[in-house]
């Protein structure tokens, strides 16, 4: 039973991976591909760990997992931010920029 | 700040013993006093910021609540035939008062799918959104409300 539970978390995980993956490419532009960037980085890793705090043996696996959540959300904003600023410093078209022609 | 550093030590070496307890003790004091010297912690904050940790737990459910909404309202664009996105820069101003909380609530931002900070000068954010909708009552948005609390 909790295999099961747990598989679908993984399973859910995934396809929002697969979703944000799918984003990347429809979207057009450097700042629009971010957003759907930034969907496999929270949602989808927090799935995925979801899943695998289930399966997990004992305390020490858990704190671990929830430590790996902590520490991906503390930095990948910091990331996220830097490229949209070297981009919007870098990028003077607005019309690009705004509506990603 | 010293138990966060305890309880990490245990977390790391991963099971519980009188020898790693008490190196553990030892370790994590020394580097508790370099904070305290060298670094801007002490232990009258620490103290203040224990009463505190009822509203960052609050924080952090709410915080976890918004991004799983933001998610699923930037899936919605994804899976959308025409991509009916209409992406936009926003510029807005805050009134809370600390550097701490300022880079928080951009971090937050940016954080949450669908708008991120671009921008954080002084009190003026500039953000960029997918659509026009994520930027919809954020001057007020509940990020703001639980910081302004947390200061107090």
């Not at chain 2, 669908?114 to 930027?135: C, M, P, Q, R």
């Amino acid at each position: 039973m909790r295999e099961i539970i747990a598989g679908i978390f993984i399973c859910m995980g995934t396809i929002v991976f697969a979703l944000s993956l799918l984003g990347i490419y429809r979207l057009k532009y450097v700042m629009n591909r971010m957003h759907a960037a930034a969907m496999g980085d929270t949602m989808g890793l927090g799935l995925v760990v979801i899943g695998l705090i289930i399966l997990g043996h004992d305390v020490f696996h858990i704190a671990k997992y929830i430590l790996m959540i902590l520490f991906f959300w503390m930095s990948s904003p910091i990331a996220s931010h830097m490229i949209g600023k070297v981009e919007m410093l870098t990028n003077k078209d607005y019309d690009e920029r705004v509506h990603g022609k | 700040m010293y138990l966060i550093l305890l309880i990490l030590w245990f977390i790391f070496s991963g099971k519980v013993t009188l020898e790693i307890f008490l190196f553990g003790l030892v370790i994590c004091g020394w580097l508790y006093w370099f904070m305290t010297k060298h670094m801007d912690y002490s232990i009258q904050n620490d103290l203040k910021l224990i009463a505190k940790i009822p509203r960052f737990i609050k924080y952090g459910i709410i915080l976890v609540w918004e991004v799983i909404k933001s998610n699923l309202a930037v899936i919605r664009i994804i899976l959308s035939p025409g991509l009916e996105a209409d992406p936009t820069f926003y510029t807005f101003e805050t009134d809370l008062k600390t550097e701490v909380a300022r880079v928080t609530l951009a971090n937050c931002i940016t954080l949450t799918p669908g708008t991120y900070t671009v921008a954080l000068e002084d009190n003026k954010y500039t953000i960029h959104a997918l659509d026009k909708s994520f930027t919809e009552g954020i001057e007020e948005s509940v990020f703001v409300k639980q910081l302004r609390k947390l200061e107090e």
